[in-house]
């Protein structure tokens, strides 16, 4: 989306969520083009404003979030928001979704219930800066009937029926069996209903007000991706996929100046967001979800300007086969940080992608004496598969058996190297 090396604006994110099929309501629509996400960050997490990512809400180590915008525009577009309604919002999560239906309904007809105190503070200040005062920020939900509820905290749904105008009803994340679903509970005559959606309803069961077709959103893959960035930014390990996120981006930035051990993450908010953004980016290539992840390594490289960001930025735009521009995303690592060895050898893999081989050579060689560089073994099969397509065999195999007296396990150098031995042939 956009031109290289540009971070998602607030149009590029509507176009994105609208092309997902949410977004979906015309007012909703001008609510998110009005209302300026960054006056519900910290300043000094203002570059993260419209990244499709849940973002942190305090300038603080593992700080709380609010949802992402695709996340948080599918809750509201089920919430179907309209003029004059009342609307009780449980969790502030920074304020931003009151200021967004503020504008929809009216901020004297919002009312925000928070339990935690600073983040009620700091919610309360935020709407108020943002010119939002009339919006009523509380720390329990009062006796008062309303016509929507929004559940973004371990409220339990059914606690608030009592809450709910009839007719009216509430939107929240499921629980249990329905975790990785949205739940509405309708209460119309004096009876309540329940019903899940595990996917994006069409504009004829959403109510067909102002909508236009769509194509189905998986509530699941949503809230299965969603869970991994919210922990990612939180700092809570609940899994294995939690750990080896966390895994990778400790190994990652492990000897450099992102280090955990580096800085003091109280006193430096922002490296530590750096690295979280760069442990999002990462959870978002792996779902295969490359623009959301090349934005995301964006956003950490505006926090702070890391090797690792844009050799790993690089890496997604080759997946997207934008070889040119994950070549020079590479060599910016290298000018942050010479020392570190991955780009040198992500240039040299990309090289051989589009044939120039030659040209990969010198390129590997420095990866392999890089002073920091977890995986050299990479660099030296690398090389190999170049000497293996030049028909060089002996200087190959040298290549392969370094690689594996690095990484006895490597299975790719242990694979060619049997081929050069059996006198296999060899394919690139």
Aim: proline share 6%.
């Amino acid at each position: 989306m956009g031109a290289h090396r540009r971070m998602w604006g607030r149009d590029d994110l509507l176009a994105e969520l609208k092309g997902l099929g949410l977004l979906r309501d015309r007012a909703l629509e001008r609510s998110f083009l009005r209302v300026r996400q960054e006056d519900f960050l910290p300043d000094v997490f203002a570059p993260l404003a419209y990244s499709d990512m849940p973002l942190p809400i305090h300038a603080t180590p593992s700080p709380p979030t609010m949802p992402s915008p695709r996340c948080l525009i599918a809750a509201l577009d089920l919430l179907e928001p309209a003029p004059d309604q009342r609307i009780l919002i449980v969790g502030c999560r920074g304020g931003y979704v009151a200021g967004l239906l503020a504008e929809i309904v009216g901020a004297e007809r919002i009312v925000v219930a928070e339990s935690d105190p600073l983040r009620l503070s700091r919610a309360a200040d935020r709407l108020r800066d943002a010119g939002l005062d009339r919006v009523r920020v509380v720390s329990t939900p009062p006796e008062e009937r309303f016509d929507r509820i929004l559940v973004l905290d371990a409220t339990s749904p059914r606690q608030l029926v009592p809450r709910l105008a009839d007719p009216g009803f509430l939107i929240a994340r499921g629980r249990g069996v329905h975790d990785l679903a949205f739940l509405k509970l309708v209460h119309n005559a004096g009876e309540t209903m329940q019903m899940t959606f595990n996917e994006a309803p069409s504009a004829v069961i959403a109510g067909g007000r102002d909508t236009e077709p769509m194509s189905a959103v998986d509530f699941g893959r949503l809230f299965a991706v969603e869970d991994l960035l919210v922990h990612a930014w939180e700092g809570r390990v609940t899994g294995h996929y939690d750990q080896h996120f966390r895994d990778i981006a400790d190994e990652t930035f492990a000897g450099g100046p992102l280090d955990l051990s580096a800085f003091d993450a109280r006193e430096d908010p922002c490296k530590d967001a750096a690295r979280r953004a760069f442990q999002a980016a990462y959870i978002l290539q792996s779902a295969g979800e490359l623009e959301r992840a090349a934005d995301a390594y964006e956003r950490s490289i505006r926090l702070v300007p890391s090797a690792e960001a844009h050799t790993f930025h690089g890496w997604t735009l080759s997946f997207m086969g934008r070889y040119d521009d994950a070549i020079e995303a590479c060599k910016r690592a290298i000018e942050v940080d010479a020392a570190f060895g991955n780009p040198y050898n992500d240039i040299g893999a990309y090289l051989i992608e589009i044939g120039r081989l030659d040209d990969a050579i010198p390129w590997l060689e420095r990866a392999t004496a890089a002073p920091r560089y977890c995986c050299y073994f990479y660099a030296h099969t690398n090389l190999a598969r170049i000497y293996l397509q030049k028909g060089m065999r002996e200087k190959a195999r040298k290549c392969l058996l370094e690689a594996l007296r690095v990484n006895p396990e490597y299975e790719p150098a242990q694979e060619l190297l049997r081929r050069i031995d059996g006198h296999g042939g060899y394919h690139a």
